[in-house]
């Protein structure tokens, strides 16, 4: 059924529009997805040939923030995307349909689809005791290994199935872990982000809607394309930074003037990400833009990164040096392994500091 | 609360203008065209006024209502043209600066050339034998 289906620039040309607003389709399509205007001629090529391919949705350990990202991404508007061009076939939040009828039209998706569809997942999954995190009965974990099996490759969107994102903050009491670490057989693609910025959820859907396949990824699975450089790299204040202009408080002259933000704790020169360029709310504004630091939010464990408000250079929570020599001897046994884990909790919950006005103060 | 800063200059547009430069240096040589993303630069609350103001406004305007509107605009630079796509709600898609003689999109594209013709001549022989 699925290979009679019209393709994306046919299903445009019946809804009359003409081959200019075809062009004019694929230049905000490249736009959309990151890639140079010089694009646009393959993007056109591909899109001659794709066709509308199924998309299964699944949300374990998450807050819905990244789904209510997703919906309010501008480019092209939800409705256009997400309903005319990509099938969702299963989203349970977004869907009307609940329970057992949900999950009919998961089974009917993997199976009509099969080898083809692409399967995307927010929020973390629980590996200490199923019961933590269930959808229609089946353990996350259950769902998660059942769906991905028949799919073309699956998008882990969110910091949450990226990297474990809050549910595996220090101490990780679910035992929360990403998808890269249970699908090892397919192509899995990092998202990251608390919540990735909307037009980068739909730009990598846009990506696979036209090219039928993943983005080029860097080592940490991210697409080159959103993730390639660091906030710092792209940031208008960089100027600032490099001339040695610091706000030191948020209310001094310097914090009026637009100065750098490092040191009222910016992570932006260790965070990887697009809102420096790409922007939130339509491209109004991102955090520096609006006076705060970055924190880190798409980067792996920021939750146990340190205080929001230290700037790098400071040693942050020993924690990490813990967290950093448990993993190098990754070949010890299981309880050298646990004890080294109880110690790292143990620092964790010692490291913990809760900011207070006070703290920003102090940031000087 | 929001400290943001309205006030302060970045100088972010000053490399644009240079590669605009640069661009129309290889128009004119070689007739290669070329096209800048404005979405994907790094640029603060005053640059992106700056650079439009340093353009400044040309002699054509255009609009191309084609999947929603756009706007087309030659900058007070021949050849350096502000595209702006719009969808049909009005929400701005994406902007591009276009080095060129002519920009891509005003053109008339060959297959909608094609499909008037066939519309033309269908129109004319409906109308010979009615
Ligand atoms: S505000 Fe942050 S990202 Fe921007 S230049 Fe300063 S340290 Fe770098
Ligand atoms: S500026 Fe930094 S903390 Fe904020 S959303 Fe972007 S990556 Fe996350």
Not at chain 1, 181 to 193: L, Y
Not at chain 1, 306 to 328: D, E, N, R, T
Not at chain 2, 1 to 26: F, K, Q, V, W, Y
Request: charged share 20%.
């Amino acid at each position: 059924m699925a290979h009679d289906a019209p393709t994306i620039a046919e299903t445009l040309r019946r809804q009359g529009i003409s081959r200019r607003g075809f062009l004019k389709f694929c230049a905000t399509t490249a736009s959309l997805m990151a890639l140079p205007p010089s694009m646009v001629p393959a993007i056109a090529a591909a899109l001659e040939k794709a066709r509308r391919p199924s998309v299964i949705w699944l949300s374990f350990q998450e807050c819905t923030g990244c789904t209510e990202s997703l919906t309010r991404s501008h480019t092209p508007s939800i409705e256009g995307l997400i309903l005319e061009q990509i099938s969702l076939d299963y989203h349970h939040t977004l869907q009307a349909a609940s329970g057992e009828a949900a999950e009919a039209a998961r089974e009917a998706a993997m199976r009509e689809n099969h080898g083809k569809y692409l399967l995307v997942v927010d929020g973390s999954i629980p590996l200490g005791n199923a019961g933590y995190s269930t959808i229609a009965g089946i353990s996350n974990l259950d769902m998660l290994k059942e769906t991905a099996a028949g799919a073309a490759a699956v998008i882990a969107v969110g910091s949450c199935a990226a990297y474990g994102g809050l549910p595996a903050a220090l101490p990780n009491p679910t035992g929360a872990v990403p998808v890269s670490a249970i699908i090892k057989d397919k192509p899995v693609m990092n998202v990251p982000g608390c919540p990735p910025i909307p037009v980068v959820i739909t730009g990598v859907l846009a990506h696979f809607l036209t090219f039928a396949a993943l983005p080029e990824l860097d080592d940490r699975g991210r697409p080159k394309v959103f993730y390639g450089e660091s906030i710092h790299d792209r940031c208008y204040r960089r100027p600032f930074y490099d001339q040695g202009k610091f706000a030191e408080t948020f209310d001094d002259e310097g914090a009026r003037k637009g100065w750098c933000l490092f040191k009222l704790g910016c992570k932006g020169p260790v965070t990887y990400n697009a809102c420096a360029t790409t922007k939130w709310n339509q491209g109004v504004s991102f955090p520096i833009q609006s006076g705060h630091g970055c924190i880190g939010c798409s980067e792996p464990g920021f939750w146990d990164m340190g205080p929001l408000y230290k700037p790098l250079s400071m040693p942050i929570a020993p924690v990490q040096m813990m967290v950093g020599a448990a993993a190098a001897g990754g070949a010890i046994a299981g309880t050298a392994m646990a004890m080294r884990n109880r110690a790292a909790k143990k620092a964790a919950q010692a490291a913990h500091q809760k900011v207070t006005v006070d703290d920003l103060e102090k940031a000087k | 609360m929001p400290s943001t800063d309205s006030g302060a200059e970045h100088g972010n547009a000053l490399p644009i203008l240079n590669e605009i430069r640069h661009a129309l240096a290889r128009l004119l040589e070689s007739g290669e065209t070329s096209v800048i993303d404005l979405g994907a630069l790094p640029m603060g609350p005053q640059d992106e006024a700056e650079l439009l103001a340093a353009l400044g406004e040309g002699e054509v305007e255009a609009t191309i209502n084609a999947g929603g509107p756009s706007s087309v605009r030659e900058t007070a630079f021949h050849g350096v043209w502000l595209l702006t796509h719009r969808n049909e709600a009005g929400e701005t898609l994406a902007r591009f600066i276009e080095i060129a003689f002519v920009p891509e999109l005003l053109m008339s594209q060959a297959e909608d050339v094609a499909d008037s013709a066939a519309a033309l001549a269908k129109k004319l022989g409906q109308a010979q034998n009615g």
